[in-house]
């Protein structure tokens, strides 16, 4: 399981709150990513991350920011949680020993915004 | 990135082998082709991957197509835990790429007692 931890694993909130999502490595990852899962999208790429204080946006990055202050944490920020923001968030680092690129993800967090 | 076609869905029956297809026509030559799964609310997971030649693990073993036009996933004794979402993903992959993953919809793999 590459050492992942997130989060908090499930939250409940209200429209208009800000919400922070942690994810945590033990390995010492270069690459960390953040992607949400919905129904009938498959996992899209929100952020990702190629060192500390290094980001670059993903697929549907609009009202979410990402922070990495510390090579093992890369945090997903919702300023202001909306109902279009429920879904399942998953974290990922990805392993590039040995010349081969895999993607370990996290057991991931259920955001529910009422 | 390649776009891949697999079978929306498949059944197996449990201690059979399960061979999932996927097409890929449009991959290019460094383009590796990975296979994960998910299982019910969990993360994905990794499985194989592979360039050219057929690649075994302890998970699965992956075939190749000689003009890599196509792959096949085979789980050599399924069981009730290998149901899962099967995904085909092709990319390119070179040490620190940091390229995300494409996953699509995948193969929704039932095995049965």
């Known amino acids: 399981d590459a050492g992942i931890t997130q989060s908090p694993r499930h939250k409940v909130t209200e429209t208009g709150t800000p919400v922070t999502l942690r994810c945590h490595q033990t390995e010492n990852h270069r690459y960390m990513y953040w992607y949400r899962q919905d129904p009938g999208h498959g996992l899209r790429l929100i952020h990702y991350?190629?060192?500390?204080?290094?980001?670059d946006k993903g697929e549907v990055s609009d009202g979410y920011s990402v922070s990495r202050s510390k090579t093992e944490d890369f945090l997903l920020t919702l300023e202001s949680a909306t109902s279009s923001q429920t879904s399942v968030y998953f974290c990922?680092?990805?392993?590039?020993?040995?010349?081969?690129?895999?993607?370990?993800f996290g057991p991931g967090t259920r955001l529910l915004v009422l | 990135d390649a776009k891949t076609t697999q079978p929306t869905s498949m059944d197996c029956a449990e201690g059979r082998a399960a061979n999932l297809p996927c097409n890929h026509s449009t991959i290019s030559g460094n383009e590796y082709v990975y296979w994960y799964r998910q299982i019910h609310s969990q993360g994905p997971q990794y499985i194989i991957h592979?360039?050219?030649n057929n690649e075994t693990n302890e998970m699965a073993s992956l075939i190749i197509t000689e003009d890599r036009k196509s792959s096949t996933l085979i789980l050599p004794h399924a069981t009730l835990r290998d149901t899962a979402v099967y995904y085909c993903i092709v990319r390119p992959s070179r040490a620190n790429s940091g390229y995300a993953l494409n996953f699509g919809k995948g193969t929704s793999l039932l095995v049965t007692p």
């Open positions: 990922a680092i990805s392993d590039v020993t040995s010349g081969k690129e895999t993607q370990y």
């Open positions: 592979g360039l050219k």
């Open positions: 991350s190629y060192g500390v204080k290094d980001t």
